[in-house]
């Protein structure tokens, strides 16, 4: 299974990766983005733009199982990150999270119920 916290961490040092929810709904509407990732606390109307958006565009849209604080660890940035749009990956394996279904990607990566 993939670590999403050190992908989400390869993919910030070696990929293409912007930061921002405008950045990312703008990514989602020109279909530019391989992958948009949320914190789980990323506000309601922001998350279903970019639901619909990346419908649209076909994008994976991963909600990671943390806060935006817990997401900007994650990322090294010592601003809360809320949504992050990965326009490359690197050397980082995220985008395998993708080869299977978002509900078993959400499910693996919060685990406890």
């Not at 990929?15 to 279909?31: P, Y």
């Not at 530019?32 to 076909?58: F, G, H, Q, T």
């Not at 010592?78 to 690197?90: C, N």
């Amino acid at each position: 299974m993939i670590d999403i916290d050190k992908a989400i961490s390869t993919a910030v040092k070696t990929g293409k990766v912007s930061f921002g929810s405008n950045s990312a709904i703008q990514s989602a509407k020109t279909g530019k983005a391989k992958m948009i990732i949320v914190a789980s606390n990323c506000p309601a109307e922001i998350r279903s733009d970019l639901e619909y958006y990346c419908k649209l565009s076909n994008i994976p849209l991963i909600v990671y199982r943390g806060s935006s604080t817990d997401l900007a660890a994650v990322c090294g940035k010592p601003f809360l990150v809320s949504a992050l749009t990965i326009r490359e990956p690197g050397d980082s394996e995220i985008l395998r999270l993708v080869e299977k279904p978002v509900e078993e990607a959400e499910e693996s990566e919060g685990g406890s119920e």
